[in-house]
């Protein structure tokens, strides 16, 4: 049983940072893609960075190109999102997902995408 559970979320002023952790467990992710997204009060979930989980390979959503980074430690089986100057449109909860590369059905940057998913986190940015 895939398990993934987010930390680090909070409140932070604009401009300042802040670092996610996502601990995965129940197997190991070696094909897998993991991913992070966000979701504001009355919008829908959207897609911020994911990561190969054996390649190391990245993406991101052009709204935090050059502001985030997702990386993660294999030994630890951990997966971070470094958010660095933070906007107060930054503000959501934000979520862990993944899935398994060998059972890709749509476009990584797609919810449905993914069939796992953490419980959330909550950052909010103050102007």
């Known amino acids: 049983q895939v398990q993934l559970v987010e930390s680090g979320g909070g409140l932070v002023q604009a401009g300042g940072s802040l670092r996610l952790s996502c601990a995965a467990s129940?197997?190991?992710?070696?094909?897998?893609?993991m991913g992070w997204f966000r979701q504001a009060p009355g919008k829908e979930r959207e897609f911020v960075a994911a990561i190969r989980w054996s390649t190391g390979i990245t993406d991101y959503a052009d709204f935090v190109k050059g502001r985030f980074t997702i990386s993660r430690d294999n030994a630890k089986n951990t997966v971070y999102l470094q958010m660095n100057d933070l906007k107060p449109e930054d503000s959501a909860i934000y979520y862990c997902a993944a899935y398994d590369l060998n059972y890709a059905m749509t476009s990584f940057r797609q919810v449905r995408a993914y069939p796992y998913w953490g419980q959330g986190t909550q950052v909010t940015v103050s102007s």
């Open positions: 129940g197997r190991t992710f070696d094909s897998w893609r």
